[in-house]
T-cell receptor, first 114, second 113 residues
Framework: AQSVAQPEDQVNVAEGNPLTVKCTYS??????LFWYVQYPNRGLQFLLK??????LVKGSYGFEAEFNKSQTSFHLKKPSALVSDSALYFC????????????FGAGTRLTVKP | DTAVSQTPKYLVTQMGNDKSIKCEQN?????MYWYKQDSKKFLKIMFS???????INETVPNRFSPKSPDKAHLNLHINSLELGDSAVYFC????????????FGAGSRLTVL
């Protein structure tokens, strides 16, 4: 069964510094990988996805993620963090087929301090 | 016009009661889901339906019964509510296919007293 892991419960960065939120995956075959963000009292919002092709994927709000097959990782990055980036971030993976079975990691709370 | 709408947004009820949460999507998607988010923010899939057919049915107590009257609606009925059912329940929808993005509703916060 496919799964993703987020090894950090919490990431703290200063505004203007680069940020990284880590994700590793365990998937048989070619993985479909996603990042979502959840702001307080809201549903999850899609940021970006990797299906195939270029290992560096660019998404919403200046975020990007790098797919690394040898390390089975899909870390989320941003060159310069904003206070408004503070939120809960979820990595996810899904399988092909009509079930579109999407499984989420445990989430990482990102706090960006002014 | 909300893409995935859930009602009610908040639900406070006593143990042992039966309650329902409704979900509707206007995106033309053919797959709908229920996820449960617990107090630690862990997000767990409960059910998914594709064109009214139950596809995913995780290890969920049979007190939880999803119903999909058509592919735009997926409701969740919970019988004999327990304290541990307190959580935020999210509905989501997507076009079928593993690479497709889920669109989430705003969530329904259930509190069982």
């Amino acid at each position: 069964a496919q799964s993703v892991a987020q090894p950090e419960d919490q990431v703290n960065v200063a505004e203007g510094n680069p940020l990284t939120v880590k994700c590793t995956y365990s998937v048989s075959g070619n993985p479909y990988l996603f990042w979502y963000v959840q702001y307080p009292n809201r549903g999850l919002q899609f940021l970006l996805k990797y299906i195939t092709g270029d290992n560096l994927v660019k998404g919403s709000y200046g975020f990007e993620a790098e797919f690394n097959k040898s390390q089975t990782s899909f870390h989320l990055k941003k060159p310069s963090a904003l206070v408004s980036d503070s939120a809960l971030y979820f990595c996810a993976t899904s399988t092909a087929g009509k079930g579109n079975d999407m499984r989420f990691g445990a989430g990482t709370r990102l706090t960006v301090k002014p | 016009d909300t893409a995935v709408s859930q009602t009610p947004k908040y639900l406070v009820t006593q143990m042992g009661n039966d309650k329902s949460i409704k979900c509707e999507q206007n995106l033309g998607h053919d797959t709908m889901y229920w996820y449960k988010q617990d107090s630690k923010k862990f997000l767990k899939i409960m059910f998914s339906y594709n064109n009214k057919e139950l596809i995913i049915n995780e290890t969920v107590p049979n007190r939880f019964s999803p119903k999909s009257p058509d592919k735009a609606h997926l409701n969740l009925h919970i019988n004999s509510l327990e304290l541990g059912d307190s959580a935020v329940y999210f509905c989501a929808s997507a076009r079928s296919g593993g690479a497709n993005v889920l669109t989430f509703g705003a969530g329904s916060r259930l509190t069982v007293l």
